[in-house]
């Protein structure tokens, strides 16, 4: 029977696992000319049989709420001859699999890109079945970083004071240029071979579980690369927006919220490419979307992750995303999914969270749990270097970001950032190791999930005006020959020191600061450009100073004594110094305090 099996190239998803909540599975069958068989199972109840206008192309939906584990066996017929036998598993889940709990404030997000983190296995730098080979001279081509390099410096990440890892893609990426962001994925079932292995990838999470971490994939649910495999040969011609003539997206996020938005306008948001290498999936194709669902649950179950952070997610049509995003949370209702919504007005950043208001006026719900606070990223990338604040400039700017989070319906779960791998290095915008305390103090202290990027707790700078590729760099030590190796102290220089030092003194000690976690946030309205707030659970409270100005500035407590109460001193989390609470406090020029009261 098995003598013409081998025209089924790729079945998807490749297992699957009995007793997940969905109920039922549409497995994907791929090979020449296979719509011409008709499947059956004896083995597990078929519920329907779907052809689309390419022959190659087979979906089977089967019931899978009382599948047990084990194997089963599926036949393609012709004249009720069987001809071709494939076995499918269904594998055992992890116990409390779909309770599993996401990252949340109590985490400190370390971000990476793959490619320029670590080498830690050149050998597979190139490989024959992708088109682009490493090459280090080369700004945005491959450089050769790798999951092996990542998990040989699971140490380093978790002595910085990080508890959660995200990582840009790193499926398959067979671009023949700048493959190495991982964003133009062709095959969404498999690691690329130059990063590494499926296997590789749960080695991973498990090596961060050991530890007491997270593992957040990023997912691309808005487009895929010209080279992903079903690009190449489409189930259908409306598999993908515009394919036959290419469209620019004219990037008007707003449009999905504007009352006054013409459908044209819509349209070519919606429908447009983000790039030409990029083809825009079609998410109302109903196949599409189920495909889109299965992969990220297949992610979830098979690498045991702790979340998603979903690229360029206000890119995609805003009902069928959040029918994408449910399906998730209903099978995982405790995860957590961050989406970059890349907008810079707080009403529409809170738009896209689940449960808003604003969205609701529109009878809108993402169900998404986390958005990505981009307007105190903008604030952040201004505010330090202000040398004559006005009414309405220097920190009054971050003062103003807080003062919109009534527009939210969850400020804890808000991804708060100085920057990521698309946005200026904070360190070439700001160069002096002081402005680096102040904002890394407010990131890690403020409402929400701070976020930090792989090497700026070394100082690490780029330029984004000499192209992305200057702003992921190659960390110092991550491949082999280099001159310094930045993972060890002794390959830090003086100055990376000083920012590694105070960098992982300040994590580590939020890692076990749950008033920072929870606490509520209390501001003040800054006074000669200086911003002051407390974080406060009872029994517990914090106070932040934040004086980016060049002189130093006198504060009278009694303005604050609302939140310091019976407190009468403070002690410094980055100096140990104590600060006496009942008389007047000189606050140094640009240096943050944060004070725990006693």
Request: glycine share 6%; hydrophobic share 35%.
């Amino acid at each position: 029977m098995n003598e013409v099996s081998s025209q089924i190239n790729r079945i998807e998803p490749p297992f699957w696992w009995s007793g997940m909540q969905r109920p039922v599975l549409e497995i994907l069958f791929y090979g020449n000319n296979i719509a011409s068989y008709q499947p059956g199972s004896e083995d597990i109840k078929i519920k329907k049989v779907d052809r689309t206008q390419n022959p190659n192309y087979l979906f089977v939906t089967v019931e899978t709420t009382q599948q047990p584990v084990g194997t089963v066996v599926f036949t393609f017929s012709k004249e009720n001859t069987p001809l071709i036998s494939v076995p499918y598993e269904f594998r055992k889940r992890r116990e409390d699999s779909g309770s599993r709990k996401g990252f949340d404030s109590s985490d400190l997000i370390y971000l990476i890109m793959p490619d320029r983190f670590a080498n830690g296995d050149p050998s597979r730098d190139s490989h024959p079945e992708m088109s682009e080979s490493a090459d280090r001279s080369q700004q945005g081509g491959r450089h050769g970083g790798d999951l092996r390099g990542i998990i040989d410096n699971l140490d380093y990440i978790e002595n910085l004071g990080a508890t959660a890892l995200w990582s840009t893609p790193m499926c398959e990426d067979n671009d023949s240029r700048g493959s190495y962001h991982g964003y133009a994925q062709s095959d969404v079932y498999r690691i690329d071979p130059r990063i590494g292995t499926n296997e590789e990838y749960v080695e991973l999470a498990d090596g961060l579980h050991q530890r007491g971490m997270k593992l957040i994939m990023d997912y691309v649910t808005n487009h895929w690369g010209l080279e992903h495999w079903m690009i190449k040969d489409m189930p259908d011609e409306d598999w993908v927006y515009n394919f036959s003539e290419y469209h620019q997206t004219n990037h008007r996020m707003t449009t999905q919220m504007d009352p006054y938005a013409s459908k044209l306008d819509l349209k070519n948001f919606i429908e447009g490419w983000f790039v030409p290498s990029m083809p825009d999936l079609n998410h109302t194709h109903p196949k599409m979307l189920t495909y889109l669902i299965q992969n990220a649950l297949w992610w979830i179950e098979y690498a045991d992750l702790d979340g998603l952070r979903v690229d360029t997610y206000s890119y995609n049509n805003k009902e069928t995303i959040a029918l994408w995003t449910k399906a998730i949370m209903d099978e995982y209702p405790s995860l957590n999914i961050v989406g970059e919504i890349w907008m810079h007005d707080q009403a529409q950043i809170a738009f896209w969270q689940k449960n808003s208001k604003i969205g609701a006026l529109q009878n809108y719900n993402s169900h998404l749990p986390s958005v990505m606070d981009f307007t105190l990223h903008n604030a952040i990338s201004e505010v330090f270097e202000e040398q004559e604040p006005r009414w309405n400039t220097g920190m009054v700017q971050i003062y103003e970001n807080f003062v919109n989070d009534f527009l939210y319906p969850d400020t804890g779960n808000i991804m708060v950032f100085a920057e990521n791998h698309d946005t200026p290095r904070i360190n070439e915008i700001y160069p002096n190791i002081a402005d680096y305390k102040l904002i890394l103090s407010l990131v890690a202290t403020t409402r929400g999930i701070p976020q930090i990027y792989y090497g700026s707790e070394i100082g690490m700078r780029g330029q984004k005006s000499l192209g992305d590729g200057d702003i992921r760099r190659d960390f110092p030590g991550g491949w082999p020959g280099d001159k310094a190796n930045a993972f060890e102290r002794s390959g830090r220089d003086d100055l990376q020191n000083q920012y590694y030092d105070f960098s992982a003194r300040l994590f580590n000690w939020r890692k076990s600061s749950e008033v920072i976690h929870n606490g509520k946030m209390t501001h003040y309205a800054p006074e000669e450009n200086v911003y002051v707030y407390f974080r406060t659970l009872p029994g517990q409270t914090v106070m932040v100073i934040l004086n980016p100005n060049k002189d130093s500035r006198e504060l009278n407590p009694d303005r604050f004594q609302e939140n310091i109460e019976l407190y009468t001193r403070g002690i410094d989390v980055h100096s140990g110094d104590v600060m006496n609470l009942t008389e007047t406090l000189l606050i140094e020029g640009k240096t943050a305090y944060i004070l725990e009261l006693k």
